[in-house]
């Protein structure tokens, strides 16, 4: 814990909201200033909690699926509701009963809230929490506000005002996705030397790709139907091969040119990251016999998949949700430089103008990854 630092917030809270008409708007947020600059904050926390001043977020696909859809599968948005889930800060205040974070100290938030008490928290695998509040999935509200307050033990400290920051707010909000790329490969197996397929170029593709190649992939090959996606990713992984996906390419023309690329082996391994029914089907026709399909990627509630393809060449189709133990890992991976995450983000913009982020965010043809935004003052 670092030294007793005080910090005192001057400006009032705001938030990013959306709602079930897919409005999209900045407003006042909970808790209001005067909750956390008055007594320490000490009114508003509750035991094991700290207050947190948003410093860096991250716009994610869902957030903008969120605004745009208004649900992902049974997760609906029935009201006024905060985005954001990929956030790091400050903390400016902490409840008497938290010992291991003191204000001063810079943060990067994990984004959910657990029971402690059903059988995956107990077992360890917490990400199936089976009562789990997640920041920003409906009704629970995000991160992208100025101040939240949220339970110490999922604020990961990266830094604090007396020796300095082990890495940057940007960084530190990119650590979320970075988790889920970590999970990914721990799940799928990755090992040293192994041909890896990654299906999708966008932030969780290039996380998941640059993973990959610091774990050792080779040869690494990744696909998308954006060209500019695929410059971005032989610009971020050295000697990457890529494949822009056409329309009308039928899986066995994308599993040939895949294998070519793979200079004639078939890989074993597909970190597919777009969620897409004919990328899953595409990725299961390219991988080798036993080889596996790992999809990280969030699709619609139901999709055909080659069963047979997958039976009669023993392929595992394999999936995730979120992660869990694993932000230790990715702050000691980028702390160390073995992953450098910092090109990643493309685009920066104030709290104040969440609109246009996430227009940005939401636009093709702005070749934004990472949408940046801060509240940096």
Not at 91 to 99: C, E, F, G, K, L
Not at 141 to 170: F, N, Q, S
Request: proline residues 6%; hydrophobic residues 40%; contains cysteine.
């Amino acid at each position: 814990m670092s030294s007793t630092t005080t910090v005192t917030p001057t400006k009032p809270n705001i938030g990013v909201y959306t709602n079930p008409e897919h409005d999209l708007w900045v407003g006042e947020a909970e808790p209001t200033l005067e909750q956390v600059a008055e007594n320490g904050g000490k009114d508003v926390l509750l035991p094991g909690e700290v207050a947190v001043a948003v410093k860096s977020t991250g716009i994610c696909g869902s957030d903008v699926h969120f605004w745009h859809s208004g649900s992902i599968g049974p997760m609906v948005v029935t009201s006024s509701h905060i985005l954001g889930h990929e956030s790091s800060g400050l903390v400016i205040a902490a409840h008497p009963t938290v010992t291991t974070l003191a204000p001063g100290d810079a943060v990067a938030i994990e984004p959910n809230i657990i029971c402690h008490a059903c059988e995956p928290c107990l077992t360890g695998r917490y990400n199936g929490c089976e009562h789990v509040q997640f920041r920003s999935t409906p009704p629970v509200p995000g991160l992208l506000r100025r101040y939240v307050t949220h339970p110490a033990v999922w604020c990961h400290k990266i830094g604090d005002l007396h020796r300095g920051m082990d890495m940057t707010w940007e960084e530190g909000a990119l650590l979320e996705p970075l988790c889920v790329a970590l999970a990914g490969l721990q799940r799928a197996g990755v090992r040293l030397g192994d041909a890896v397929l990654v299906a999708g170029a966008g932030p969780i593709g290039l996380v998941t790709l640059l993973c990959c190649r610091a774990a050792g992939a080779e040869p690494l090959v990744v696909t998308d139907i954006d060209e500019g996606r695929l410059d971005f990713a032989r610009k971020l992984v050295n000697n990457v091969k890529t494949h822009k996906v056409t329309k009308g390419e039928t899986p066995e023309d994308f599993a040939a040119a895949v294998r070519k690329l793979c200079g004639g082996e078939e890989p074993a391994l597909a970190m597919e990251c777009t969620g897409v029914e004919s990328s899953v089907a595409s990725a299961a026709q390219a991988v080798k016999f036993g080889g596996k399909v790992f999809v990280i990627g969030v699709g619609k509630d139901e999709m055909k998949i080659p069963f047979m393809r997958l039976s009669t060449r023993e392929v595992d189709l394999q999936f995730q949700y979120r992660y869990s133990n694993m932000w230790p890992r990715a702050i000691r991976l980028v702390k160390g430089g073995v992953l450098d995450v910092k090109a990643l983000t493309t685009h920066r913009f104030g709290l104040e103008e969440a609109g246009r982020a996430f227009e940005t965010a939401a636009d093709p043809r702005t070749g934004a990854i990472k949408v940046m935004i801060q509240s940096l003052d």
